[in-house]
């Protein structure tokens, strides 16, 4: 199975301050990657798919990139509604896996 | 409007069966891929199944495999996870998802609320 790692596994940041989370997958996924956002309680909410396309809805401060085996999620501006965790999942083989997600809270 | 609803989850003694439902609206059902996601208390998320459009193809997670079956009713719109020999390690919230697009296996935009499903004695 290709596993998922990300990092950092939480951080503290502030309102406005710029913010990147790495994924790293076992094995090469080509972009077959996607981000989701969940807040307690809360189904998750599809960010990004494609490594790198905004899901319809999505405001343009997420941005997607990288192929193969290294990914990044970056929050451009933090607002207070962008605190939650986020995950990474592959879609590339079979069974389809998740990040161990990134807890994001106020500094 | 899309609308996922999960139902059928409960408590459930450990070797136990349950089975989830999940009613679909707003969209071509048969023509979508659907998803079963885990989320344990305090975990992350498990990607569980996946079922195609015509019901034809289906995947698991390790962790499920021979335990669980992932169908569906195109006619009733309706996606279902039937779950035997129930563990504490299945105790979760399961979210059903509706595909990105109609070509495809990856998650989309819109999940259900989750049903939770909890084993105790």
């Known amino acids: 199975d290709i596993q998922m790692t990300q990092s950092p596994s939480s951080l503290s940041a502030s309102v406005g301050d710029r913010v990147t989370i790495t994924c790293r997958a076992s094995?090469?996924?080509?972009?077959?990657l996607a981000w989701f956002q969940q807040k307690p309680g809360k189904a998750p909410k599809s960010l990004i798919y494609?490594?790198?396309s905004l899901q319809s809805g999505v405001p343009s401060k997420f941005s997607g990139s990288g192929s193969e085996t290294d990914f990044t999620l970056t929050i451009s501006s933090l607002q207070p509604e962008d605190f939650a965790t986020y995950y990474c999942q592959q879609y590339s083989t079979y069974p389809f896996t998740f990040g161990p997600g990134t807890k994001v809270d106020i500094k | 409007e899309v609308q996922l609803v999960e139902s059928g989850g409960g408590l459930v003694q450990p070797g136990g069966s349950l089975r989830l439902s999940c009613a679909a609206s707003g969209f071509t059902f048969s023509s979508y891929a659907m998803t079963w996601v885990r989320q344990a208390p305090g975990k992350g998320l498990e990607w569980v199944s996946v079922i195609s459009g015509s019901g034809g193809s289906t995947n698991y997670a390790d962790s499920v495999k021979g335990r669980f079956t992932i169908s569906r009713d195109n006619s009733k719109h309706t996606l279902y996870l039937q779950m035997n020999s129930l563990g504490a390690d299945d105790a979760a919230i399961y979210y059903c998802?509706?595909?990105?697009?109609?070509?495809?296996?990856?998650?989309?935009?819109?999940w259900g609320q989750g049903a939770l499903v909890t084993v105790s004695s």
């Open positions: 094995q090469g996924i080509s972009n077959y």
């Open positions: 998802a509706k595909g990105r697009s109609r070509s495809g296996y990856e998650l989309g935009a819109h």
């Open positions: 494609g490594a790198s």
